[in-house]
């Protein structure tokens, strides 16, 4: 009987354990196994049975780390990043605590025409800016046109960024102002009236009380935006046909995407997206460790 | 509760089953059930087929463009599945048959030779004894142009590339809104095209040796003088299949296309209000006189190592022969999947029936076997996908930045062959 008892909790990690194994670890011990592998053809490479998977140790790791379009791409991504996070996390702190406001009017439906875009898929949002950035067919440019000024060309060089960080901030503010608001919410309206009684304008509630009483979830919504950013590639992808200067490998994943599926290499490719899975967790963890660390401080 | 949950497994292993009988040999009864992957609608072909055939049943299940599909077809025979037959571009043919994926049916469909040019043939035997598919549709290359436009602004069709920039020019001095056409970097295929009529083979091979040609002297000319062009702004230089090159075809800022005889169809849909409007010319030549032109496009029906491995790659066979040489076949491609169909005999046949949309050239068909019969042969291999994709990038960077453009082609050319010495492939120089 006990040791039946003792074998209930497996039990039950059963599923979640089995889930884990066959569509998390598997997969990455996969990528791993490809990554240290590689296709080798003899002679002409026609023909049945002309390629031959060989072992190749670290060779892809260095292929991939000595590409310099990698780190440029890193580089790009960066840049996005560091243009995207804080002015969406910025507008959906602004909107929430606007929401907050006790005389808001209007509060479901503005919080439904925000949260709104979050629920168009990436790649529909991608399309309908891709058109409204084409000069010769956006109504945008028709107008500052007519009115005597010529757009900015928002499809090259930096005028891309722009681009791209409008897409996903007029996606991604929604989501992270519900999550913002869900927290400002949950504070204790005792806190205002106290503060209001000591002669505390709004302004100054917003800046004294609840954004410090909304730390956990201004962390979270900035971990999760970051880890979004890094994965930045149905919004590129989408707009690459319609301009000249999105090269296949702007972003570390569609440089992943071109090695693996368009151009064959699915070794290297996998090697490409261990690094970069390998810089991810890093990069999450010391986060984590350094705003752990700060709490408990 | 339980009991349920039982009976669920119970079901479920049942289903489990079921399903593994299906993906088993074909019983020996019934006919043979062949899949068919295409991008071209040939569903209704497939049902002539299926209406006379009844020992031999074909699927078809439409697909995504041609690059998606190589991709997918590829991945799915790692898995050792996909389909019997496939829709493959001339130039993918050497990459499915290096990854394995098409299967040498010579014994089945060798006497479907007589019925293609030498050119195409080649081109689905690889210059080997094999033949790993039948030629569907060839598409050779020509000029279009806004007849009206050219009238309105003094402009006349010009026959040599000299000419073809002298018009470019002068257009642009008429009116400087416009432009003659675009170049544009996110398809190859053309600039591949070019090439061939210019002279260059990008891939060949000499016993188990390749040889890449990619930088070769005419494909340098012909990047040189589409470089010049932008570079002199009496060109456009932004990329085809935008809502945007939509607009200037349509609305006249672009006046002329390179491009193959498949264009009408393009033309209809790109530019729905200039039917009538428009005229197939010849591709203007290198020198004066010739009647060259190269290939953008064109494709075969290939058949899997999967068909051959579950024993169905006679049928298959049998079916891509009637599907491509076949005149009633041929006649329903035309009209269903409006292909320029690559068997010699069809070219000149009553199938083909003046395009909708150039009511204006009741010729059309017979120019374009005219036309046809300049074509150069092209050389395609292994690694055509890297060549194509670092053409986009590399080219898309020289268009906007109006750089050189033999530079560009370089870059195309050295990654092309580090990716093949990479791989193991025996490569020359």
């Keep these: ?129 891709g058109f409204l950035y084409l000069p010769s067919v956006s109504p945008g440019y028709f107008l500052l046109n007519a009115a005597g000024w010529s757009g900015p060309d928002l499809l090259h060089g930096d005028g891309l960024f722009l681009a791209l960080t409008n897409i996903s901030v007029w996606g991604g503010t929604g989501f992270n102002m519900i999550v913002i608001y869900t927290a400002l919410r949950a504070v204790p309206p005792e806190l205002y009236e106290s503060a209001r009684l000591d002669g505390c304008s709004e302004a100054q509630i917003a800046w004294r009380i609840k954004i410090p009483l909304i730390r956990p979830s201004l962390v979270l919504t900035f971990f999760f935006s970051t880890i979004a950013t890094l994965q930045v590639f149905a919004e590129p992808m989408t707009l690459r046909p319609l301009t000249n200067s999105l090269t296949f490998t702007w972003s570390p994943y569609m440089k992943v995407y071109r090695d693996a599926f368009v151009q064959g290499g699915l070794h290297s490719a996998a090697a490409t997206a261990v690094v970069i899975a390998a810089v991810t967790l890093l990069l999450s963890f010391s986060f984590l460790k350094l705003v752990n660390r700060r709490a408990a401080s | 509760m339980q009991r349920r949950t039982a009976l669920a497994v119970i079901a479920l292993a049942g289903s489990l089953a079921l399903t593994g009988c299906d993906g088993g040999a074909p019983a020996a009864t019934g006919p043979v059930e062949l899949t068919m992957w295409s991008w071209a609608s040939l569903q209704k072909v497939a049902e002539m087929w299926n209406a006379d055939h009844p020992d031999i049943k074909v699927t078809v299940q439409e697909q995504g463009g041609g690059d998606e599909l190589v991709t997918k077809v590829i991945t799915a025979a790692k898995a050792g599945d996909g389909p019997d037959l496939v829709q493959a571009e001339y130039q993918m043919i050497p990459t499915l048959v290096s990854n394995d994926v098409l299967t040498d049916v010579a014994e089945f469909a060798g006497g479907a030779e007589d019925s293609f040019s030498e050119s195409v043939w080649k081109q689905v035997t690889l210059g080997s004894p094999a033949v790993y598919a039948i030629p569907q549709d060839t598409a050779p290359l020509a000029l279009f142009y806004r007849e009206d436009l050219f009238t309105q602004f003094g402009l006349a069709v010009p026959k040599t590339w000299t000419e073809f920039a002298e018009t470019a020019r002068q257009l642009k001095q008429k009116d400087p809104n416009r432009a003659l056409t675009t170049f544009s970097s996110n398809d190859a295929g053309l600039f591949a095209g070019l090439s061939q009529q210019a002279g ?34 009496v060109i456009d230089n932004q990329p085809m299949y935008t809502p945007a090159w939509n607009k200037a075809l349509n609305d006249g800022t672009q006046i002329a296309w390179v491009s193959a005889v498949w264009a009408p169809g393009t033309l209809t849909t790109s530019a729905p209000d200039t039917k009538g409007k428009w005229k197939m010319a010849p591709l203007p030549q290198w020198t004066a006189g010739a009647a060259k032109t190269g290939s953008w496009g064109g494709s075969a029906t290939g058949i899997t190592g999967k068909a051959a491995k579950d024993g169905k790659a006679q049928a298959a066979a049998k079916f891509a022969t009637w599907l491509n040489t076949d005149p009633k076949a041929i006649a329903a491609l035309v009209k269903e999947a409006g292909v320029y169909p690559a068997a010699t005999a069809a070219q000149s046949s009553g199938a083909l029936t003046t395009p909708e949309f150039f009511p204006n ?10 036309i046809a019969k300049g074509t150069a042969a092209a050389g395609w291999g292994p690694n055509v996908n890297v060549a194509y994709n670092t053409f986009k990038d590399a080219f898309g960077k020289a268009a906007t930045e109006k750089s050189s453009f033999p530079a560009a082609l370089r870059t195309v050319h050295e990654t092309t062959v580090a990716d093949m010495k990479k791989n193991g492939f025996k490569i020359e120089g």
């Excluded at chain 2, 060949?204 to 040189?224: F, Y």
């Design chain 1, 1 to 129: 009987m006990a040791h039946t008892r003792r074998l209930v909790p497996h039990g039950f990690l059963a599923p979640a354990i089995v889930l884990f194994g066959l569509f998390f670890a598997l997969p990455i011990g996969y990528a791993a196994h490809l990554s240290l592998h590689s296709m080798q053809v003899k002679g002409l490479g026609l023909g049945r049975n002309a390629r031959e998977e060989v072992w190749v140790g670290l060779d892809n790791y260095a292929t991939a780390l000595a590409d310099p379009e990698l780190l440029a791409g890193a580089g790009r991504v960066l840049r996005y990043g560091a243009m995207l996070v804080p002015t969406m996390l910025g507008l959906a702190l602004l909107f929430a605590l606007l929401l907050d406001l006790p005389r808001t009017r209007f509060r479901a439906f503005s919080r439904l025409a925000i949260f709104l875009p979050y629920a168009v898929p990436g790649i529909i949002a991608s399309l309908l800016w």
């Design chain 2, 200 to 233: 260059a083979t990008w891939w060949q091979t000499s016993g188990d040796t390749w040889k890449v040609g990619v930088d070769d002297e005419s494909s340098r000319k012909v990047a040189d003088f589409w470089g010049g062009l932008v570079k002199d702004g």
């Design chain 2, 361 to 370: 050239q009741p010729d059309f068909y017979a120019l374009a076997a005219d």
